[in-house]
């Protein structure tokens, strides 16, 4: 009998941008927003056969003592802007771009997402997030309005206008190519008619069908609210839950929720964050990733991520001491834009159980506690640990997260992806031209 085939692995590329990931002091690192970082990456990305690049995007400059956060003095670019001039110097690779449901409008996004799909020949993605950040609101005429359990109620109303915006013209709408342009049979064309708790909408689109028909829907949340509005309506989640045995729990838990929504489970792909260090030898590599970790947390930016659960002024301790021997304070406002840790009080218990019990000092407990998914070792270790998360269902791939801009890619494509290939988990060529195509939707 004929071995079963293996399950295709599917990759994302996040450029590094504004986060923690990124290491600013590095003397190979490059700019975050000259046209030629973005490029670099997604023609690696596009060199490797991955499925998409993967850009975020943040509405607001972050703030912590009333200073802009040291992470975003780069500034932060505009996605369509960026993913539109990268489909200019690529050909097949995906272009996922993260739009905010809270401060927009459907018509708005759902045209740009057109214009995108159109400009790439099928290539759109759009990670779909949502926000009750009145902080990121004030730089909106209703800055503030929505109250927290309230954003995915209008996510929710706003993919739904949106996608009936990306319907109103019909599939044959378009009879016929002429030199002088496309002619459309304007009786082929649907008015738009929404009436409802967030959106009050009576239009048409600007556009033809796109090449997709709709660009492929991400969804970035881990709450209950938002597994569950992504098991209904999204193609692919991108979450937090990469380490093994978590992310086996969370697929299943997500694949059920997508059945039980009368979904093909299969259609719906899950995509963990991780970064990745390679070495000649496994000490090599974790050497290497101990100096990494110890540039992304430098004794200030310690302080700062501790006063974020503090919340209050913690600038007279030694990053390299114990923790602090007072409580939290109730002041929200010390760090603005930023995802709250959860309940300050509860956080800080939990921080200070870990310190205590491994001998931690601020330094070392908050790189402790802000460690994402990594993997770190030899190419044929990271190439195996790769295909055994996708194999046994903990996910169906990865978005990539290097630390360095914009050659953090280079390598894994080198030395990792052939021997994905070698092992029949990933492809040696793309076999279609659009992001649905890629990943078997």
Known sequence: MSAEPRKQIHLGAHFPGVNNT?????PSSGSQIDFDSFAHLARTAERGLFDFF???????????RGRIHDLDVVGRPDTFTVLAALAAVTDRLGLVGTINTT?????????????????????????????????????????GFLDHADRYHRADEFLTVAQRFWDSWAADAVL?????????????????????????????????????????LLQAGDSADGRAFGARR?????????????????????KAKAAAAGRDPDRLKVFPAASFVLGDTADDAHEKARHIRLQQVSGPTALAMLEQVWQCDLSGYDPDGPL?????????????????HGDPRAVAAAWRE???????????????????QQFVGTAAHIADEIDLHVQTDACDG??????????????FVDSVVPLLQERGSFRGEYSGDTLRGHLGL
Do not use: C, K
């Not at 990124?22 to 590095?26: A, G, L």
């Not at 937090?240 to 697929?251: K, N, V």
């Open 22 to 26: 990124t290491v600013w002091s590095d």
């Open 54 to 64: 993967f850009l975020a995007e943040g509405l607001r400059l972050r703030e912590h």
């Open 103 to 143: 401060f927009n409008e459907p018509f708005e996004v759902a045209r740009q997402f057109a214009t995108l799909d159109h400009l790439s020949d099928g290539r759109a993605g759009w990670n779909m997030v949502t926000s009750s950040d009145a902080f990121t609101g004030e730089n909106f005429r209703r800055g």
């Open 176 to 216: 016929a190519e002429r030199e002088s342009g496309r002619y459309v049979d304007p009786d082929r064309i649907r008015a738009v008619d929404h009436h409802g708790v967030h959106f009050d909408v009576r239009g048409v689109a600007t556009l033809p069908p796109m090449p997709q028909q709709y660009p492929v």
């Open 234 to 254: 999204a193609d692919a989640l991108f979450t937090l839950h990469a380490e093994l045995d978590a992310g086996r729990r969370y697929y299943a838990d997500v």
């Open 324 to 340: 602090p021997d007072v409580d939290p304070v109730d002041d929200p406002t010390l760090s603005q834009g930023r995802v709250r």
């Open 354 to 372: 870990r310190a205590e019990a491994d001998n931690l000092s601020i330094r070392e407990l908050v790189i402790a506690v802000t460690s994402r």
């Open 398 to 411: 990865f978005i990539l997260v290097p630390h360095l801009t914009p050659h953090g890619l280079d390598e």
